[in-house]
C-alpha cells in the first residue's frame, strides 16, 4: 500500500526566505506526482503535475523535483511572500490510477 | 487549468436530515469523480470513486447506504449524506479527472457540513 509522507508538517518563515518542502513515498511505481495548494475552509489548487518520466517542473516561483526511484520530491519556493501562506499538499498516482496523499505541510509566510 | 464547482459551499442541518452536494466538472467531461472527506488540519481521505453511468466504487469504511453517490452525467456527480449526525461533520471535497486528459485531477472548493 502506497503511503506519503511530507516533511516538516509545519513551517514558518520570514518573508523572503526560499524553502523547501518535502514529500516521500514507499512504492516508486508511480504514475505521476502532484503538488496542491490549500488555503483554510478551501478547495485543492494544482500547483504542478509531474510525469514519472519527468524529473521537475517549473511554475513561476515554484520548481518541483521528482527522483521517483529514491521515492521522493521536492518543492521549492523562491523568495517567499505572505500569499504563500497555505497548506501544501503532495500527491502520487500509482498505476491503480488513484491519488495517495501525504499529510501536508503547513506553511506560515511572516511579513 | 479546468473548474471544478460545488454547491453548496456550506450547509448547516439537524440531525437525521439529508443533504445532497452537487460536483460539476464546468468546462470538461468528466468520465471519473472522486468524493473526499477532510478533518480539521488533516488531509483527505477517499471515500468513493465514481464513474459515470455505473455504481459507485468505496474505499473500506465507508458506509454506501449513508454516503449516496450518484454520477449520472459527464458533468455531474452528486453526494447525499443519508440521516445526518453530528459525527458526520466535515469538510467533503469533489474532484473531477477529465476524459481523455492526462489522468490530472481537478478539485471543487468544498462544502462544509454542520449537523447539529
Known amino acids: 500500500k502506497q503511503e506519503v509522507t511530507q516533511i516538516p508538517a509545519a513551517l514558518s518563515v520570514p518573508e523572503g526566505e526560499n524553502l523547501v518542502l518535502n514529500c516521500s513515498f514507499t512504492d516508486s511505481a508511480i504514475y505521476n506526482l502532484q503538488w496542491f495548494r490549500q488555503d483554510p475552509g478551501k478547495g485543492l489548487t494544482s500547483l504542478l503535475l509531474?510525469?514519472?518520466?519527468?524529473r521537475e517542473q517549473t511554475s513561476g516561483r515554484l520548481n518541483a523535483s521528482l527522483d521517483k526511484s529514491s521515492g521522493r520530491s521536492t518543492l521549492y519556493i523562491a523568495a517567499s511572500q505572505p500569499g504563500d501562506s497555505a497548506t501544501y499538499l503532495c500527491?502520487?498516482?500509482?498505476?491503480?490510477?488513484?491519488?495517495?496523499f501525504g499529510g501536508g505541510t503547513r506553511l506560515m509566510v511572516k511579513p | 487549468g479546468a473548474v471544478v464547482s460545488q454547491h453548496p459551499s456550506r450547509v448547516i442541518c439537524k440531525s437525521g436530515t439529508s443533504v445532497k452536494i452537487e460536483c460539476r466538472s464546468l468546462?470538461?467531461?468528466?468520465?471519473?469523480m472522486f468524493w473526499y472527506r477532510q478533518f480539521p488540519k488533516k488531509s483527505l481521505m477517499l471515500m468513493a470513486t465514481s464513474n459515470e453511468g455505473s455504481k459507485a466504487t468505496y474505499e473500506q469504511g465507508v458506509e454506501k447506504d449513508k454516503f449516496l453517490i450518484n454520477h449520472a452525467s459527464l458533468t455531474l456527480s452528486t453526494l447525499t449524506v443519508t440521516s445526518a449526525h453530528p459525527e458526520d461533520s466535515s469538510f467533503y471535497i469533489c474532484?473531477?479527472?477529465?476524459?481523455?486528459?492526462?489522468?490530472?485531477?481537478?478539485f471543487g472548493p468544498g462544502t462544509r457540513l454542520t449537523v447539529l
Open positions: 474532484s473531477a479527472r477529465e476524459q481523455g486528459g492526462h489522468n490530472e485531477q481537478f
Open positions: 468546462d470538461f467531461q468528466a468520465t471519473t
Open positions: 500527491a502520487v498516482r500509482n498505476a491503480g490510477n488513484m491519488l495517495t
Open positions: 509531474i510525469q514519472s518520466s519527468q
